[in-house]
């Protein structure tokens, strides 16, 4: 088994293209990659059907995929994360249009349980005091895993037209955005200062918001241990070395590091209805801990 190829679904990355590259593990494990872009076309058949042995997911939809009871396990490796004050965006012509004035209003995201956009509402609960439920949230797509099934306080209007252009229309007031977030000066961030607002929410809560995890096949992680530690220790070999100036980690590795963002990503996806049932920061990490996978 040990020379059997890995089948994986990870995005490009610093941290993935080494061995992406290489084609193999430092200890000789070759390497399968599928090609899925955008990654989070790959979250739905990973979540859904296990169609990779280890696949790059979304943290909501690993928290979803758990709370559901898919055999899946959530290794302590962060592929993927940024701070989200600038994803939250308006017209550049609505200048009245603050954080706290969005009580009521519509705001545009591909997904309700879009990572970008737990993290955004998570923002807004603490620093404008507006929970999920006081905005009016339109979608385009529904969620990774079949079962759940978005609040009421949601719409779903489909693909046709892209966040950018609704917000030109007037369809809604402000939009969600992550790594396509439009180079246009028609739109600016809803947060005056977003840099300064991250910095300073950073100072407050020390929380990196961790967006992209690595999960694998419960099978697999059961079979092929030695395996998925040489995948994260080769993971962890490519992370860049730490900052001169303190700047955050924005890949945290390792249950000690994980806990406090998970814990808070846990925590507003009870508050914003994504889960169906209670999960304790315990019970996820439980999983790679019983398999020697946490460190």
Same mark, same amino acid.
């Given at each position: 088994?040990?020379?059997?190829?890995?089948?994986?679904?990870?995005?490009?990355?610093?941290?993935?293209?080494?061995?992406?590259?290489?084609?193999?593990?430092?200890?000789?494990?070759?390497?399968?990659?599928?090609?899925?872009?955008?990654?989070?076309?790959?979250?739905?058949?990973?979540?859904?059907?296990?169609?990779?042995?280890?696949?790059?997911?979304?943290?909501?939809?690993?928290?979803?995929?758990?709370?559901?009871?898919?055999?899946?396990?959530?290794?302590?490796?962060?592929?993927?994360?940024?701070?989200?004050?600038?994803? &939250?965006?308006?017209?550049?012509?609505?200048? +009245?249009?603050?954080?706290?004035? %969005? @009580?009521?209003?519509?705001?545009?995201? $591909? !997904?309700?349980?879009?990572?970008?956009?737990?993290?955004?509402?998570?923002?807004?609960?603490?620093?404008?005091?507006?929970?999920?439920?006081?905005?009016?949230?339109?979608?385009?797509?529904?969620?990774?895993?079949?079962?759940?099934?978005?609040?009421?306080?949601?719409?779903?209007?489909?693909?046709?037209?892209?966040?950018?252009?609704?917000?030109?229309?007037?369809?809604?007031?402000?939009?969600?955005?992550?790594?396509?977030?439009?180079?246009?000066?028609?739109?600016?961030?809803?947060?005056?200062?977003?840099?300064?607002?991250?910095?300073?929410?950073?100072?407050?809560?020390?929380?990196?918001?961790?967006?992209?995890? &690595?999960?694998?096949?419960?099978?697999?992680? +059961?079979?092929?241990?030695?395996? %998925? @530690?040489?995948?994260?220790?080769?993971? $962890? !070999?490519?992370?860049?070395?730490?900052?001169?100036?303190?700047?955050?980690?924005?890949?945290?590795?390792?249950?000690?590091?994980?806990?406090?963002?998970?814990?808070?990503?846990?925590?507003?996806?009870?508050?914003?209805?994504?889960?169906?049932?209670?999960?304790?920061?315990?019970?996820?990490?439980?999983?790679?801990?019983?398999?020697?996978?946490?460190?």
């Amino acid at each position: 088994m040990a020379d059997a190829p890995l089948h994986l679904a990870l995005d490009n990355s610093p941290l993935t293209m080494p061995i992406k590259e290489a084609g193999a593990l430092p200890d000789g494990t070759p390497l399968r990659f599928e090609t899925v872009q955008p990654i989070h076309r790959a979250f739905a058949p990973m979540a859904r059907e296990g169609r990779f042995e280890v696949s790059e997911m979304a943290i909501v939809t690993a928290l979803q995929a758990l709370a559901y009871g898919k055999p899946i396990v959530l290794l302590p490796v962060t592929l993927a994360a940024r701070f989200q004050h600038r994803c &939250l965006i308006r017209l550049a012509s609505r200048p +009245e249009l603050t954080p706290a004035a %969005l @009580r009521g209003c519509r705001i545009g995201v $591909r !997904a309700y349980t879009q990572t970008t956009g737990m993290w955004v509402r998570a923002i807004l609960a603490e620093e404008a005091g507006l929970p999920a439920e006081a905005v009016h949230w339109v979608t385009q797509e529904g969620a990774h895993l079949a079962e759940y099934r978005d609040p009421p306080f949601t719409e779903n209007r489909g693909k046709g037209r892209s966040l950018p252009d609704l917000l030109r229309a007037g369809e809604v007031d402000a939009a969600i955005l992550g790594n396509d977030l439009p180079d246009d000066p028609a739109f600016v961030p809803v947060f005056p200062d977003p840099a300064a607002a991250a910095a300073a929410w950073f100072a407050r809560t020390g929380i990196v918001p961790v967006n992209h995890v &690595l999960v694998a096949r419960r099978d697999v992680a +059961e079979s092929r241990g030695d395996t %998925l @530690r040489a995948l994260m220790a080769a993971l $962890r !070999a490519n992370k860049p070395a730490p900052s001169s100036d303190g700047a955050p980690d924005l890949r945290p590795m390792g249950e000690a590091a994980l806990r406090k963002p998970l814990a808070a990503v846990l925590e507003a996806c009870q508050a914003q209805r994504l889960l169906p049932r209670a999960v304790s920061i315990e019970e996820l990490f439980a999983p790679a801990r019983e398999l020697g996978l946490a460190a």
